[in-house]
Nanobody, 125 residues
């Protein structure tokens, strides 16, 4: 069964840091672009960061550029999101996702078809 499972969310003060992980199974992880998206209450799910299948390409939303770093370990089938200098506006449920097609780099939500259950990140002011 193809599955993505996020972990690492929690409550942190503004200025703090968290590292999210996403464990993948059931699909050849190393052939797919992976992404992080987030959804705050009452808002649409939005793109945060993406990394190509081999880690050679990354992309970030402007709102997180310079503070968040996406990475992956294909040997461990795991995706990461290191988040520094967290702000209250980063509060959301964070989802990892995998693209429908192998070896295609994209940041569009419609191109991702496999999603985790999400992990809550809450940043207090």
């Amino acid at each position: 069964q193809v599955q993505l499972v996020e972990s690492g969310g929690g409550l942190v003060q503004a200025g703090g840091s968290l590292r999210l992980s996403c464990a993948a199974s059931g699909r050849t992880f190393s052939r797919y672009t992976m992404g992080w998206f987030r959804q705050a209450p009452g808002k649409e799910r939005e793109f945060v960061a993406a990394i190509s299948w081999n880690g050679g390409g990354t992309a970030y939303a402007d709102s997180v550029k310079g503070r968040f770093t996406i990475s992956r370990d294909n040997a461990k089938n795991t995706l990461y999101l290191q988040m520094l200098s967290l702000k209250p506006e980063d509060t959301a449920v964070y989802y990892c996702a995998a693209t429908k097609e192998a070896m295609v780099f994209t940041v569009a939500r419609r191109d991702y078809d496999l999603w985790g259950q999400g992990t809550q990140v809450t940043v207090s002011s």
